[in-house]
Nanobody
Framework: QVQLVESGGGLVQAGGSLKLSCAAS????????MGWFRQAPGKEREFIAF????????YYADSAKGRFTISRDNAKNTVYLQVNSLKPEDTAVYYC?????????????????WGQGTQVTVSS
């Protein structure tokens, strides 16, 4: 069973940046795809970004394109989400996920393993 721990969230003003991290432990990390999702209060969990095992393939939600960047360092068992030009509507708990067993990387139900999340709050 893999364990995922997110960090790097916080309170930031609109237009600011954060770098979120997701550290994995428990088993091999370098051969699995990873996803980032977020969930705002009263809303469903939504897809943000996806990266394949090597980092050569990435996908983004429309809301993230041009502002967010997903990357990974397999030597450190860590995946990152650089979030720039933050907006108040980006306020949410951000989660990383792995163990994708279904083909649709945009659906939370395609992933088996989740971290506890890190809170990102953007003030206007």
């Amino acid at each position: 069973q893999v364990q995922l721990v997110e960090s790097g969230g916080g309170l930031v003003q609109a237009g600011g940046s954060l770098k979120l991290s997701c550290a994995a432990s428990g088993r091999t990390f370098s051969n699995v795809a990873m996803g980032w999702f977020r969930q705002a209060p009263g809303k469903e969990r939504e897809f943000i970004a996806f990266i394949n095992w090597s980092g050569s393939i990435t996908y983004y939600a429309d809301s993230a394109k041009g502002r967010f960047t997903i990357s990974r360092d397999n030597a450190k068992n860590t995946v990152y989400l650089q979030v720039n030009s933050l907006k108040p509507e980006d306020t949410a708990v951000y989660y990383c996920a792995t163990d994708m067993y279904l083909g649709d990387y945009k659906r939370p139900t395609s992933f088996r393993s989740w971290g506890q999340g890190t809170q990102v709050t953007v003030s206007s």
